[in-house]
């Protein structure tokens, strides 16, 4: 019931929220460093011992931040985002989340932080191998995760309509459904388009 008021409180406030929303959309040099992925099973004596590497993947990100709530000094968004590496330890995300934007009137620089949730999968080299002195089986060993990430960042603005995203750095995990769970931190920078 108090949720209800209170919602009933904000509707007046959405239109003169929804007047100053901007758009923003955004693309991002997008490296990550991946720890904890499985690689394949290597046959001992005694049975199979499971790999995991740790490595770096460079690639690029984007996404769109809606804004749903804009107050004075603060805005709450929606962010959807990606990014992609291809290949062999390469690396694709696709998260949705929460963002908080300060809006100092005293300096330039916007900082935020945000709260994602979504997917992840990884690619590394397969190091299986079938007997303990066979050869590995090759190929790549994909692995998909449910994943969340917690990231903050600073954007400048530019001219009126672009900002350069200064630094944005994250950290999160992969909750593995058949393998075990990485980890991952993310340091991005790029150029943010308002709309």
């Not at 959807?80 to 300096?107: C, E, N, Q």
Request: with cysteine; net charge neutral; proline share 6%.
């Amino acid at each position: 019931m108090r949720s209800l008021r209170f919602l009933c409180f904000l509707a007046p406030l959405l239109p003169l929220c929804a007047a100053h929303a901007q758009v923003l959309a955004y693309v991002t040099y997008s490296p990550a460093h991946l720890a904890n992925v499985e690689t394949g099973a290597v046959a001992t004596t005694t049975g199979y011992t499971e790999q995991t590497a740790s490595y770096w993947s460079s690639g690029v990100g984007g996404g769109v931040t809606v804004p749903f709530l804009r107050l004075p000094f603060v805005s709450f968004n929606l962010d959807l985002r990606g990014s992609t590496r291809p290949g062999t330890a390469g690396v694709d995300s696709a998260l949705v989340g929460v963002k908080l934007a300060l809006h100092p009137h005293l300096v330039r620089l916007k900082p935020y932080v945000q709260v994602s949730g979504g997917y992840l999968d990884t690619r590394t080299t397969n190091l299986s191998t079938s007997t303990v002195n066979g050869p590995a089986e090759g190929g790549t060993f994909d692995n998909k995760y449910a994943a969340y990430e917690v990231l903050g960042g600073v954007d400048y603005p530019l001219i009126p309509f672009a900002d350069i995203r200064i630094i944005e750095v994250g950290a999160g995990q992969g909750i593995g459904i058949d393998s075990r769970n990485a980890m991952f931190e993310t340091v991005n920078t790029g150029l943010v388009v308002h709309f």
